[in-house]
């Protein structure tokens, strides 16, 4: 078989959807020696494979053009059998003989349309449903999205599954990192501080004398816009001595930040999966987690999830997960660690070539 896959996404920093097409693509061209890849893109300034390019500009319209009409010139042309949209798109028009996949990652635009503006809700509102539409498989990271998309779009059953994510094995290594700080701190992983709820995590710090002996880092690609207002929070709350807000950091810093964190609070509002919960577990991080969406799937102890409108309920959980014995601490990571140990690329990667074909 040839497969095409639109891998335009991949362009962008490496985390979330980017970091999904990488590991998954990196498994998959591992293991699959009979189908031939071709991966179609806006430039090659990053590549996976065999890339196919139409040289547009990175902005919603140059994506919507792609995504949705001139990566099919591109499906003919390499006379692909089966074409996988990554990340919620497929062409609006089916080429025939070819089977189409899309990949939906969550339904946070829908889920939660306060934290998006109007123009993103309806270009990705249209996206989705016809992709739906046109798709002969819908692939979805959990069981959660997997109810999401039967809630919100009228789509048979058989054609929904879920294909669980791998972990990175690069977190499965146990070669000790050495720390980054020598205070004793916690840490959050966020993108979107809003809707990972962070700023409901320093509001329970602030009030807590228990949760302020420690530092709390937050990592990850923020954006200019969300550094200000959390910045501006951290202030109002008097939290500058003890929140370090780090950015995007290398795999080798954040392995280290798992390794050596007291644990990972991951109170996200919604989720389609949640890389950080399985690289924590991984490295012997003990995790607390929202009790929503798919993190319920991602974290098999219930005792350390969370409401997570629930600041009480949340500081509580911090502050007992603080003061853990060292015992405790050993049972608890082990355990995880053991379950992070289920979710392999491998896996994935098998499961998405059967889909390809058909099966």
């Not at 939660?112 to 046109?134: A, C, D, G, M």
Request: aromatic fraction near 12%; proline fraction near 3%.
């Amino acid at each position: 078989m040839r497969i095409g896959v639109n891998s335009r996404i991949y362009q962008n920093s490496e985390s979330g959807i980017p970091y999904y097409v990488k590991l998954l693509y990196s498994s998959i061209l591992k293991i699959d020696r009979i189908n031939d890849y071709t991966f179609f893109q806006t430039s090659k300034a990053k590549m996976l494979g065999n890339t196919r390019t139409v040289n547009l500009p990175e902005n919603l319209l140059g994506n919507f053009l792609f995504d949705s009409l001139l990566v099919n010139s591109l499906v003919k042309r390499e006379r692909i059998d089966a074409f996988h949209g990554t990340s919620c798109s497929l062409p609006v028009a089916r080429i025939k003989g070819v089977r189409y996949v899309v990949t939906i990652h969550d339904l946070a635009f829908l889920t939660y349309p306060e934290f998006y503006s109007k123009i993103y809700r309806t270009y990705f509102w249209f996206v989705v449903k016809y992709s739906l539409q046109n798709a002969d498989m819908v692939v979805c990271d959990s069981e959660s999205t997997r109810k999401d998309v039967l809630n919100y779009f009228r789509i048979p059953e058989s054609r929904v599954k879920t294909v669980y994510l791998g972990v990175n094995e690069a977190f499965l290594q146990n070669e000790k990192k050495t720390p980054l700080l020598k205070e004793r701190y916690f840490l959050s992983i966020t993108t979107h501080p809003k809707r990972k709820n962070i700023l409901r995590v320093l509001e329970a710090m602030a009030a807590s004398n228990v949760l302020r002996e420690l530092q709390y880092i937050i990592a990850g690609l923020i954006s200019k816009e969300h550094l200000t207002e959390l910045t501006e929070i951290i202030s109002q709350l008097n939290l500058q001595d003890n929140v370090i807000v780090r950015g995007y950091v290398s795999e080798d810093e954040l392995i280290s930040l798992y390794q050596n964190a007291e644990f990972l609070v991951y109170p996200s509002l919604y989720e389609g999966f949640g890389f950080p919960i399985l690289e924590a577990m991984a490295s012997f991080c003990p995790v607390i987690t929202s009790d929503t969406s798919s993190l319920v799937e991602l974290n098999p102890q219930a005792d350390w999830r969370v409401n997570p409108e629930n600041i009480e309920e949340m500081t509580f959980k911090m502050e007992k997960m603080a003061v853990l014995s060292k015992d405790e601490r050993a049972a608890l990571t082990t355990k995880n660690r053991k379950f992070a140990e289920g979710f392999r690329w491998h896996k994935t990667a098998t499961d998405m070539i059967d889909i390809f074909k058909g099966n």
